[in-house]
């Protein structure tokens, strides 16, 4: 129960910065579900906000949740994006796309003019890399930008990278993302130099996207078991 309780204080802390009137990103995962609702009942109480939704999961939640949504494409600026992440090192670079909705998260953290990472404790790591990094990438030809994913992460100094295709629950069909992509899981261990990875992967043909976010967040909330521990960059 604690890493519920941790995530149900950073989501609370995480509504300090939204105010009336704003466009709002609104992020995917578990923690970011706890925003939704709690972000919900403010509107219920007249708080007026419009969110750009990350995935269709995150739009079932905010439609559920009473959170009025925006079309992406209608959307002149978006002030906060509020979201979760995989994993948080000590200079606010992230791992994300767990829940397979990298891409879209990094278009609308990109276009906000904040972005609020909301974690429990065991996000926390001195070095990225524990948790399997994702990479979306595009059907077609996906075996050879596996391949050289694979390289472009021991270029970038990942000693023993393990690149694998996710699948759905059932252990056999690829999972497919919201954009129709596949993604690879690239277990690292550590990886030393993240942005010289960014750099490596950005050049691969056929890769859409990758799961590090680098420059992205300027606030990050810690939720503990008594209360929440905001940073900011």
């Known amino acids: 129960m604690s890493a519920e309780r941790q995530k149900a204080h950073a989501a609370a802390a995480a509504l300090e910065y939204v105010e009336h009137g704003m466009t709002l990103g609104l992020g995917s995962g578990s923690t970011a579900e706890i925003f939704l609702r ?17 995935s269709q999961r995150t739009a079932e939640v905010a439609h559920e949740a009473g959170v009025p949504l925006i079309e992406v494409d209608h959307v ?12 948080v090192d000590g200079r606010f670079q992230l791992i994300k796309g767990g829940g397979a909705c ?12 904040l972005m609020v990472v909301m974690v429990d404790e065991s996000k926390l790591v001195d070095t990225l890399g524990r948790f399997p ?5 595009d059907r077609f030809g996906f075996s050879i930008t ?18 694998q295709l996710r ?34 992967l950005k050049a691969i043909p056929g ?4 799961g590090l976010f680098i420059g992205l967040a300027r606030v ?13 960059l």
């Open 38 to 54: 709690l972000l919900g009942e403010r509107v219920k109480e007249g708080l007026d906000v419009k969110g750009v939704p990350t």
């Open 76 to 87: 002149d600026q978006i002030a906060v994006t509020v979201d979760g992440a995989d994993e």
């Open 102 to 113: 990298l891409l879209r998260e990094k278009i609308i953290a990109n276009a906000s003019d």
């Open 133 to 137: 990094l994702p990479v979306e990438v």
């Open 146 to 163: 596996a391949r050289q994913v694979y390289e472009a992460l021991k270029r970038a100094g990942v000693k023993s990278p393990d690149v």
């Open 167 to 200: 699948r759905k629950g059932d252990g056999l069909d690829p999972l497919i993302t919201d954009g129709g992509h596949y993604i690879l899981d690239c277990a690292c261990g550590a990886i030393p130099d993240a942005r010289l990875a960014d750099q490596h």
């Open 207 to 210: 890769l859409v996207e990758h």
């Open 220 to 232: 990050v909330i810690v939720g503990e078991d008594m209360e929440a521990r905001v940073m900011e």
